[in-house]
């Protein structure tokens, strides 16, 4: 299976491969390399994430006028 570049992905389609490495490991047994590899791919999915979500509250802060509430 060809995985798709992380960069390319959307929040949508990186969370949920996020999601689905926590659950191979969770309940899997992996050697340490595959473990490894898992964890290293899902700690870059977790940034891509977080700088997607980050690019969209900075979006909406300068669509409402750099006020945003924490309400």
Do not use: P, W
Request: glycine fraction near 4%.
């Amino acid at each position: 299976m060809v995985e798709k570049k992380i960069e390319e992905m959307s929040y949508e389609e990186a969370f949920a491969a996020l999601e689905q490495i926590v659950a191979t490991l969770e309940s899997e047994e992996r050697t340490l390399d595959e473990s490894m590899s898992l964890f290293e791919r899902g700690q870059d999915l977790s940034r891509h994430c977080t700088l997607l979500l980050e690019n969209a509250e900075l979006k909406v802060k300068q669509l409402s006028g750099g006020e945003l509430s924490d309400e």
